[in-house]
Nanobody, 124 residues
């Protein structure tokens, strides 16, 4: 069984910074693509940033130059450094990962997993 556990959300003033973390645990063979999504009140969930196992990154236009995604493959952890936060960044942020698990000797299964979400509120 695989779990994605997020941390680092909270309340911050406009212009402030937060760092989100998401650690994958369980019977993991490999963690492949990882990413962060967010859902603001009354809006659909959207991709914020993604990173491949090799370190290639993708960002939503709205966060380019302000957010940085990174990962530590040894710790199966992905991070999202958020700077110059704006009120419109307020949302629940979700970690997502494509993970291959070991089901038995020589038996591998790939699946997509979500974290439970962490609230980020940007307000004065």
């Amino acid at each position: 069984q695989v779990q994605l556990v997020e941390s680092g959300g909270g309340l911050v003033q406009p212009g402030g910074s937060l760092r989100l973390s998401c650690a994958a645990s369980g019977s993991i063979f490999s963690v492949n693509d990882m990413g962060w999504y967010r859902r603001a009140p009354g809006k659909q969930r959207e991709l914020v940033a993604a990173i491949t196992r090799g370190g290639s990154t993708t960002y939503a236009d709205s966060v380019k130059g302000r957010f940085t995604i990174s990962r530590d493959n040894a710790k199966n952890t992905v991070y999202l450094q958020m700077n110059s936060l704006k009120p419109e960044d307020t949302a629940v942020y979700y970690c997502n990962a494509d993970i291959t698990t070991a089901q038995g000797p020589g038996i591998m299964t790939g699946d997509n997993y979500w974290g439970q979400g962490t609230q980020v509120t940007v307000s004065s």
